[in-house]
Each structure stands twice: as C-alpha cells, then as structure tokens.
C-alpha cells in the first residue's frame, strides 16, 4: 500500500514560520494537497496542485514540491493556525491517501 | 455554496452492516464531474478514504465506483440522483471500524483528486 509520512507534531512561534513535511515514494510525481483540521471540525484544503491556494485561504499557507517530499509553510504563524494538517496524494492503485498527519502547536 | 449532511445510526451491532447517507445540498449530483466520497477518522488518529462513486450526469449512468483495497470486500456506495443523494454500506463490522464518517465531494485537476466540501461528520460507534 501507499504511505504519506509526515512528522508527529511541530511547534512554532507566533510571527514565525512553521514548515510541515509530507514524504512518500514516488511522490515526486504526483500532485499533493493539503488540509487544516482544527479540533471537532471537518478538515478544509488550504493547498491543492502541489502550491495553489483555494480562495479564501490566507496567503501565508503556501507549499512546495521537491523529489519525493512535499511541503507546506505557515508565514508568520497566527494563533489560529495551531490545527492538525494533512498532505493527501492520489495513487492509481490505492486511489487517495492520507499523511499521518501533523499537530502544529503555535506556542 | 454546496453543503453535505451524513445521516445514520450512531450506533451499530458487531456483525452488522453500517449505513450511512449523505443528503447534497446547493450542487446537484447528476450534473456530473464531480466524484463524491467517503472519509472516515477513528478517534485521535487520521483521515482514512473509505472510496468514491463517481457520476457522469448521464442520465443512464449509475455511476463507476472506486474502494479502498483494504475495505473493498466489504464496501459499497451508491447513489440516488432523485434524492440528491449518495450512500455508503460497511459490512461486517467490527470495534474497528468505530470513528466519524465523512461524506464529501472531490474534484479532478491535474489527474489527482482533492476534497472541495465536506460534510460535518457523524461518529458511529460499533457495539453490542
């Protein structure tokens, strides 16, 4: 099967930037996407295609593809950015997948 | 602004068969394009794609439908363009398959699919 792995959790200041890493094999050819989940609410996308953001979403997330890792940043991480995120890719034999998921902890 | 709603029992019996339906709302799914799925989160723990049903807008079209290869044996999702609606069933479960159902709506670009909308969750639980 397909596995998306992301760190358990990272911790940023506010007005800092907080990077969240999604690593997979063969990675570096698909699109990856990705989701904030604050808590007891359904996830929202913030980043689809690799780096667009959907309307609505704060022009701090942003993300990026390098080989076989994708990445999401929060620029000057706000209080309200502290969530669980999500890199998800598409696989043609296990169809979508989810990362392992990231608690960001805006301290 | 399109809106989705799970609806079900929040509790089933070992053994039996989960149901769940999601009723669309400000979309219609017989317009086609779109691919329509569920997701499911077990307590403290991750997203985990259940499958999607995919419906041309062909009025003849039943839709195609895709599992995940770890529940496909004992999954199934329909729909029902007169009700605007679309359906999962989960057969023989277990404690493990307690977590919140999400139903949701996926788009195509670039040949990958991502979750546009999704619906608020309902938690089932599985015990006797």
């Known amino acids: 099967s397909y596995e998306l792995t992301q760190p358990p959790s990272v911790s940023v200041s506010p007005g800092q930037t907080a990077s969240v890493t999604c690593s997979g094999d063969?990675?570096?050819?698909?699109?990856a996407c990705w989701y904030q989940q604050k808590p007891g609410q359904s996830p929202v996308l913030v980043i689809y295609?690799?780096?667009k953001r959907p309307s609505g979403i704060p022009e701090r997330f942003s993300g990026s593809h390098s080989g076989n890792t994708a990445t999401l940043t929060i620029s000057g991480t706000q209080a309200m950015d502290e969530a669980d995120y999500y890199c998800q890719a598409w696989d043609s034999s296990t169809g979508d997948v989810f990362g392992t998921g990231t608690k960001v902890t805006v301290l | 602004q399109v809106q989705l709603q799970e609806s079900g029992p929040g509790l089933v019996k070992p053994s039996q068969t989960l149901s769940l339906t999601c009723t669309v709302s400000g979309g219609s799914i017989s317009s086609g394009g779109y691919y329509w799925s569920w997701i499911r989160q077990h307590p403290g723990k991750g997203l985990d794609w259940i499958g999607y049903?995919?419906?041309?807008?062909?009025?003849?079209?039943?839709?195609?439908?895709y599992y995940s290869p770890s529940l496909k044996s004992r999954v199934a999702i329909s729909v029902d363009t007169s009700k605007n609606q679309f359906s999962l069933k989960l057969s023989s479960v277990t404690a493990a398959d307690t977590a919140v159902y999400y139903c949701?709506?996926?788009?195509?670009?670039?040949?990958?699919?991502?979750?546009?909308?999704w619906g608020q969750g309902t938690l089932v639980t599985v015990s006797s």
């Open positions: 049903i995919y419906h041309s807008g062909s009025t003849y079209d039943s839709g195609s439908t």
């Open positions: 295609q690799n780096s």
């Open positions: 063969k990675l570096g050819s698909k699109y």
């Open positions: 949701a709506r996926e788009v195509a670009v670039a040949g990958m699919l991502s979750v546009e909308y």
